[in-house]
């Protein structure tokens, strides 16, 4: 009588089913077992450790490589067993789809935590951060590309007629996504560039506004009217663009007229007076006062001096507050102020 472990079916022995079953938990077991104690010790160990290199191995292996150690002991478990050619072909297929997926998550994530270290050690701000993300998603479409055009080529197709096929389509589709691709170019000029960032006042023509998203495709701008300007990257990259941000000083000239009729002695004394003024002023520096012109009704004063903020509420109050001294100081020393004035003389005809 046959036993029953020598009895067959689907080309197999009940034996080899049962040895098959039993790999694969043991393998499941191991798996926990790693995962429970070695690597918890691992984890441990690279949590005390200042390098954030192991980190990044570890936080791979635990999320991606085991997985994928798992899934290959088991296709190399039921590879033993007798499978006809299409089963076996379905089978090849699969772990070759597996692995080039766990392959692609390995290097993304390698590649998102690198640079997010890298970018943290060099302190950039969070919504730097959230804008590598954008950045990120492209690369991560191109590898995914490449990675599927290696899977096709293993699995045996020809995949130089298919990519021949792809220059032809890729060229009619980049002439007709031409904006599209001059847009995203124009995102990757701005976040490797930086000529701005998220919360910078820019003036760019005859728009001006604080910089509120960076996306991929279009910039969104809160102009001071409250309205929000969206504009595609490529029109930003292509002209010139004020950022107030990096101001570190604001340069002010103010021209002040007085009136003919004032003292010689009090016109010396304005120059004097203004810088006072200034240098008493917090967050401003004197740069120079003097007579710049006699003008048709007034006797004009220029003077230039430096805002020592970035803040443009804040430059607005230091204005303020030295155009506020210098009135009150002309009032008490009763200097006035010209204003256009015109004098008509009449000529009187008179007949006896």
């Known amino acids: 009588m046959e036993s029953i472990w020598q009895y067959q079916f ?11 079953i039993g790999g694969i938990i ?10 429970g104690k070695v690597l918890k010790k691992i984890l441990d160990y690279t949590t005390k450790t200042e390098s954030k290199y192991d980190d990044v191995i570890f936080s791979s292996i635990q999320r991606f490589v085991l997985p994928w150690v798992y899934i290959f002991v088991n296709y190399q478990i039921l590879k033993q067993l007798h ?9 090849q297929v699969a772990m070759a789809v597996v692995t080039t997926y766990y392959f ?7 590649l998102m935590l690198l ?9 950039e701000t969070e919504y730097r951060m959230k804008q590598m993300h954008g950045a990120l998603l492209v690369l991560k479409v191109i590898i995914w590309a490449m990675a599927i055009v290696f899977l096709i080529d293993n699995l045996g197709y020809n995949v130089t007629t298919m990519i021949a096929g792809l220059g032809v389509g890729g060229i009619a589709i980049a002439l007709a996504a031409q904006t599209i691709l001059g847009d995203l170019f124009g995102y990757f000029v701005i976040f490797f560039d930086k000529p701005f960032e998220i919360g910078d006042y820019v003036v760019w023509g005859d728009k001006s506004g604080i910089i509120e998203y960076i996306g991929i495709k279009t910039t969104r701008i809160r102009s001071l009217g409250g309205e929000q300007l969206i504009v595609t990257n490529s029109d930003l990259t292509k002209q010139a663009l ?8 604001r340069r002010e000239v103010l021209t002040i007229g007085v009136l003919y009729e004032t003292q010689i002695e009090l016109l010396e004394e304005i120059p004097g007076m203004v810088k006072e003024i200034i240098e008493n002023t917090a967050k401003a520096k004197f740069d120079r006062a003097h007579i710049a012109k006699l003008a048709d ?17 804040e430059y607005m109050d230091v204005k303020q507050a030295v155009l506020f001294d210098i009135l009150y100081k002309f009032r008490e020393k009763k200097v006035d102020f010209a204003y256009p004035t015109q ?3 009449y000529k009187t005809t008179v007949t006896v």
């Open 83 to 91: 499978w006809n050619p299409q089963w076996e072909r379905v089978l």
């Open 104 to 110: 692609v998550r390995v290097v993304n994530h390698v």
């Open 10 to 20: 689907w080309g197999n022995t009940v034996l080899a089913y049962t040895i098959a």
């Open 343 to 345: 004098t008509l003389y």
């Open 115 to 123: 640079l997010t270290g890298i970018m943290r050690r060099r302190n």
């Open 297 to 313: 009704s007034s006797i004009n004063f220029e003077i230039v001096y430096y805002i020592l903020t970035t803040d443009y509420v």
């Open 242 to 249: 004020s950022n107030y941000k990096s101001l570190q000083q």
């Open 26 to 35: 043991l393998t499941w077991l191991i798996i926990r077992l790693l995962k």
